[in-house]
């Protein structure tokens, strides 16, 4: 890549049909914002929209915004926008809850529907919350019930036909390697076990194709590259296939047949209604809107290429400049088998993003030694991807990273 | 009460300690909002919160407001808040997740907690969201366990020596009834059940003593009495001795010892900590600390005295002025066992409602003929109390609740 310049980044930029949507977020000045996949960038509508449900829905219309505004609907409405998204029909999804919660409901459900099986296979090494949902429950259900965890390349081997079901991070939250979701469906349901797909890093990411591989269940968060807001509420996907099929544990009155009948005893909705719990967050939930309205202007098929192109370009720009810096690649060079981050491994990692963070380029670090790049092409520049490596150019070479402050593990970013 | 005019209960109002408090919320013009035990009014401080946490904390400082600006602990530091207003203490309290989410928590840790018995007893009249959780969880465990449903005055002698758990909801959602947490709680204590307080139309209507009473578990809403906006997070109490005994089993990275070590096992918190799953919805969470600064300055004692105030006013001025048209009242006419809501029933309960609120009086109708009212007395006024029943009145004198529009069933209010 030794031929490229700034130059070259800002004509790519120039050239960039997605370019004009960066104007629609705001973004600090004078920061390269590579954190994305953790929190995304606000949507400039957003400020408007939290105005408007709190001063005209709820302090004006009250009590009766639940219909006049529509609040009672709003999980399915932003549901059937998330559709889109990953490649599901209209009424397969709801927008609620946050991603433990809903994975729970699924373990659950697909437990229930495999009841002479015991083995749930997910990745170890992924983010753990996952791993601590499945082991609560199966601790709370006591029925004998465990998780084989198995890395990248042993997955197709541990889906065995012991297995009820197996439950998976698509795009993994350290390395960024993307799961072959159809390969790995394909291989589940011939042993007979049922797939729930984890999309958080996928979900707005890449063009997601569950019904395409015959999908059983998913789940995804609306605060990453969907761009929903801190903590925005989440998704959660049940076939068509699947609904009223099994009951998922959490049964609040939104999952009843007639919520307004305010019958004592419980009867699920048989579709994708059953989902629900309860009362939503409805400001949090109307906010998360403001993100799904730019996707439904966005092509996939661009968003993804796009964040190809900024990965490679990352990675190449990287290794030209910091060659001699002891930063190793963790995330594949193969541009369809990653999500849309990149990541480099240093024993000094922590340090290194911080002296980042500090020339404001804000990627984030996970333990022990990651230094993790989100690229998120709605509002990533190409001229960002040099920029930013310049900059890390310039802490490795002139050791800024040793700045004491920059060592005390304290800060959490 | 004949000898009461309008003019009395300006009176009143001007004599009001608490009357300044309504200068904190929004209130439309004109309407007489009797209805914030469903949702309560804005505090005119949301707006701007909302603009903050949105555009500085969100838009601006991005990822770094988990520390910076202190996302992070905002769920324990509105359960501290929250902990004076139910007669807990400091780390007993969280702000977190839904209602119904939270009860299923509490009966999973409780049952866990009994594990030789197998009756949980309810009060089968309720808000049957709770009903419904605990049916779910059930079901769930599979293990044989039951729900004993009582009426108020059958619940003691429901809590025999079978009882792992005695489930409550302290106000009654229709009739307003009261339940004795003490005597419940003991009787309960005496046999060695465990109980869980909901307290939905009780933290913010009346001074909740939770620790006085020796109670184990409670759970509450957000965005009733506590005018926390709409769907705005709930909470969750464990008493300190019960902290680290049981898991609750929605077991998620924040309810982690360790949440950032990113471990690949599950190791639960051992204080309150433990109880949160995930992320939460950060603006809905942090808009409901508007709403428990008021109650930061209120004194619940006064409080609870003009809300007996007011009840008892509603039902005299009802009972004199309405007399022939068949209202009959559903709740005590005991201030001290009631809530801070009046229920009348009448089987035209729908239609009048209807018509009432085209007259701009907001209270609300729950199936199948009762009309219900709530006084919130940080912004219901005595006069309100007045102008109410004047409105009631002329709507029974006049049979305005025949016309058409306000028979149609399928208007939800």
Redesign the interface.
């Known amino acids: 890549m030794s031929e490229l310049s700034r130059n070259f980044f800002l004509d790519l930029d120039r050239c960039d049909e997605l370019a004009s949507f960066r104007d629609e977020f705001?973004l600090?000045e004078d920061?390269i914002?590579l954190?994305g996949n953790?929190?995304g960038?606000?949507p400039l509508s957003?400020?408007q929209r939290?105005?408007d449900?709190?001063?005209r829905?709820?302090?004006?219309d009250?009590?009766?915004?639940?219909?006049k505004n529509n609040?009672f609907h709003l999980a399915e409405k932003l549901g059937d926008k998330i559709a889109r998204l990953i490649g599901v029909g209209l009424g397969e999804v709801m927008a609620c809850?946050?991603?433990?919660?809903n994975l729970?409901k699924l373990l659950?459900m697909a437990l229930?529907m495999r009841p002479d099986r015991k083995v749930i296979v997910m990745e170890?090494?992924n983010?753990?919350?996952d791993?601590?949902?499945a082991?609560?429950?199966i601790?709370?259900?006591d029925r004998g019930h465990q998780i084989r965890?198995a890395e990248k390349d042993d997955i197709l081997t541990a889906i065995t036909d012991d297995v009820a079901v197996v439950s998976l991070t698509q795009v993994h939250y350290k390395t960024g390697h993307l799961l072959d979701m159809e390969e790995i469906t394909n291989k589940a349901h011939e042993v007979g076990a049922l797939v729930i797909w984890d999309l958080c890093h996928s979900a707005g990411a890449l063009a997601v194709d569950l019904n395409n591989c015959n999908a059983d269940f998913a789940l995804g968060c609306g605060?990453k590259y969907l761009n929903g807001?801190?903590?925005?509420?989440a998704f959660i996907f049940v076939a068509r296939r699947h609904q009223g099929k099994a009951?998922?544990?959490?049964?609040?009155?939104w999952?009843?047949a007639a919520p307004?009948?305010?019958?004592?005893?419980?009867r699920p909705a048989d579709n994708i209604q059953q989902t629900l719990?309860?009362?939503?967050?409805?400001?949090?939930?109307a906010?998360l809107e403001c993100g799904l309205e730019i996707f439904e202007r966005a092509d996939m098929a661009k968003i993804r290429e796009k964040s190809m192109n900024l990965c490679d370009y990352f990675i190449g720009l990287v290794e030209e400049h910091c060659e001699e810096y002891g930063l190793s690649l963790a995330t594949t060079r193969h541009r369809e088998e990653r999500g849309s981050q990149v990541s480099f491994q240093h024993e000094k990692g922590f340090a290194i993003m911080q002296a980042l963070?500090a020339s404001k380029v804000?990627g984030?670090f996970?333990?022990p030694d990651i230094i993790r790049f989100g690229f998120t092409p709605l509002y990533t520049r190409y001229v960002d991807v040099w920029d930013a490596v310049i900059c890390l150019k310039n802490i490795m070479e002139n050791e800024l990273w040793r700045k004491p402050e920059y060592n005390q593990l304290t800060?959490?970013?």
């Open positions: 705001h600090p920061l914002y954190d953790s929190l960038a606000m957003a400020k939290a105005i449900v709190v001063e829905e709820w302090g004006q009250l009590i009766t915004s639940w219909n609040w809850d946050a991603t433990g919660i729970y659950a229930d170890g090494s983010f753990p919350t791993n601590y949902t082991q609560g429950l601790k709370h259900l965890f605060y807001g801190p903590g925005a509420p009951m998922q544990p959490l049964t609040g009155w999952g009843h307004f009948a305010f019958e004592k005893d419980y719990t309860g009362t939503q967050p409805i400001l949090s939930l906010v963070i804000v984030d996970r333990a800060a959490v970013t």
